[in-house]
């Protein structure tokens, strides 16, 4: 079965430049998370969905980040205008029903660097 | 508020020996006890939980955590350590937040397992 695919894998930019990160929940999976893993800071999680409704955003650092989930398959996080303190691992995660106990399912994350 | 402390940074074990990455935990209810596995440029990878029952819980690989709820303990445990179990181990809780009544998952700040052959 495929896990939670996310894409790019890489992206290194320049300050200022928008940035898109996407992610493919698995399917059947209602509920999706967006985390950001830096040396300094740990794993932080940014905001999560539940039937393609944000839950929670009290982890969106600034109003330069911005989550959408259009359909049940589909999310973005997105980075307007970046900045270089940006540059982190950023991880999507998705799991089914009965959020509470069930396990995280995470893609391999998107390696971002804002010059 | 939930909270979740790993206190040690590294753990070094030979290979072949039992090895035990320490967990801690804070809530104000009943807890939902995890632990993921990350190797390196991967994501998170599920490796066990306790939500009730038995206070020792078997998962993936081998690990087991045991569940001690007078020292708010959940540590991680295998017999015998392989080289390849080095990798970077996290402890997470989850609880329903008190005044928003809505489930988070708060993360340990991970333990790096080393195992020398």
């Known amino acids: 079965d495929a896990g939670v695919i996310q894409s790019p894998r890489h992206e290194v930019t320049e300050m200022g430049q928008e940035v898109t990160l996407r992610c493919k929940p698995i399917?059947?999976?209602?509920?999706l998370f967006w985390y950001r893993q830096t040396m300094m800071r740990g794993l932080e999680l940014l905001i999560y969905?539940?039937?393609?409704?944000?839950?929670?955003d009290s982890g969106m650092p600034e109003d330069r980040f911005s989550a959408k989930m259009p359909n049940a398959s589909f999310s973005t996080l997105k980075i307007q205008p970046s900045e270089p303190r940006d540059s982190a691992v950023y991880f999507c995660?998705?799991?089914?029903?009965?959020?509470?106990?069930?396990?995280?399912?995470f893609g391999d994350g998107t390696r971002l660097s804002i010059l | 508020a939930q909270s979740v402390a790993q206190p040690e940074d590294q753990v070094n074990v030979a290979e072949g020996n039992p090895l035990t990455v320490k967990c801690t935990y804070s809530?104000?209810?009943?807890?939902?006890l995890f632990w993921y596995v990350q190797y390196p440029n991967r994501g998170l990878q599920f490796l066990l939980k306790?939500?009730?029952?038995?206070?020792l819980v078997k998962g993936s690989y081998g690990f087991e955590a045991e569940f001690n709820k007078s020292q708010t303990s959940f540590h991680l445990k295998k017999p015998s350590a392989l080289v390849s179990d080095s990798a970077l181990y996290f402890c997470?809780?989850?609880?329903?937040?008190?005044?928003?009544?809505?489930?988070?998952?708060?993360f340990g700040s991970g333990t790096r397992l080393q195992v020398q052959p």
């Open positions: 997470a809780v989850r609880d329903i937040e008190v005044g928003t009544g809505r489930r988070a998952l708060t």
């Open positions: 809530v104000s209810g009943n807890p939902y």
């Open positions: 969905f539940n039937n393609n409704v944000p839950i929670d």
């Open positions: 306790y939500i009730t029952g038995d206070n």
């Open positions: 399917s059947g999976h209602d509920y």
């Open positions: 995660a998705s799991s089914g029903q009965g959020n509470s106990n069930q396990p995280q399912h």
